[in-house]
């Protein structure tokens, strides 16, 4: 599945992003990038850097893998210094994330921790603008999921990790983030198309991203007067760590993840990642806020 594409051929690019069946495969929690099959593709060959984001800092939460990584990536390479924060058991994927950040010449700070405790989320944005001196953009992509067979198999224990992680960081990060925020900065939160669809067999996680959607939309209202916009992006399927990850869904099924989509493959975080860059760039977004951004392959929503 290696790609022959010359970089910048966007088209032959796309055309050639891996199609399922993949390899049969599954992790235990939270799971890591280097060991998946195929590697998740990140650096995006055919994006055209344009200092969209010179002298600014992100805090990217769950930037060691997956989306975060590819927005890490990205970040740096449009000139923003990043702090990216993940799980200790994370620290291998995350030192690659900054291997690669930092041999072309970009800034990356690693900040392990578990978004859960609730002191934790503001000690990582008071972090990040000790080190950096300030804070520009906060993307809260972070989350937690595992499928169920019903909702019967939802104990009070998984309900908890799930709504800590995915909705509760947020709005912690987001309440610590913007004391140190000044017009021109822009929150970004990660949800799903579950958010938009709903899914059967995830209860929790759908829920949680749906509130991403409206408490983002809540706060870009609050925020409008101070310069500060917050906006979502809802991905549908991308190949990373978090679905060969996910306890309910087994080996067979992860060989044929993101088959279903319209485009017939799941995204890779590549092609996701831009979408953020989108957002945190004044230049491109300077009038968008309280935005839920559908990049889902094909699949519509009303509207």
Not at 1 to 20: C, F, L, N, V
Not at 35 to 55: S, T
Not at 212 to 222: C, D, P, V
Not at 258 to 267: D, L, T, V
Request: glycine letters at 8%; aromatic letters at 6%; a neutral charge.
């Amino acid at each position: 599945m290696s790609r022959k594409t010359p970089a910048g051929d966007a088209r032959s690019a796309i055309a050639t992003e891996p199609m399922p069946p993949f390899a049969k495969q599954h992790q235990s929690a939270p799971g890591l990038e280097s060991r998946l099959d195929p590697k998740p593709r990140y650096e995006a060959e055919a994006y055209k850097a344009a200092g969209k984001l010179a002298g600014k800092t992100a805090l990217i939460t769950g930037g060691d893998s997956g989306i975060g990584r590819a927005v890490a990536w990205l970040y740096a390479r449009e000139g923003a210094r990043v702090a990216i924060n993940y799980l200790p058991s994370e620290q291998s994927d995350a030192e690659e994330t900054r291997r690669r950040i930092e041999a072309d010449g970009g800034r990356c700070l690693l900040l392990p921790g578990d978004l859960r405790k609730a002191r934790f989320c503001d000690e990582l944005v008071e972090k990040t603008v000790s080190e950096f001196g300030g804070l520009d953009v906060l993307v809260s992509n972070a989350a937690h999921q595992n499928r169920k067979a019903s909702l019967d198999e939802l104990d009070d224990e998984e309900l908890e990790a799930t709504f800590q992680t995915n909705i509760y960081a947020f709005i912690r990060l987001a309440r610590a983030a913007v004391k140190h925020m000044k017009p021109g900065a822009s929150i970004i939160a990660t949800s799903s198309e579950t958010s938009i669809f709903g899914s059967a067999r995830l209860p929790d996680y759908s829920a949680t991203k749906g509130a991403i959607n409206a408490f983002a939309k809540t706060l870009s209202q609050s925020l409008i007067e101070r310069g500060i916009r917050v906006n979502v992006v809802a991905p549908g399927p991308v190949w990373t760590p978090l679905n060969p990850s996910d306890a309910g869904l087994p080996p067979e099924r992860v060989a044929e993840f993101g088959k279903q989509n319209p485009m017939g493959r799941p995204a890779q975080p590549e092609e996701v990642a831009p979408a953020y860059v989108f957002l945190a760039s004044n230049a491109d977004s300077s009038y968008i806020t309280g935005i839920v951004l559908p990049v889902m392959g094909g699949e519509t929503t009303g509207g």
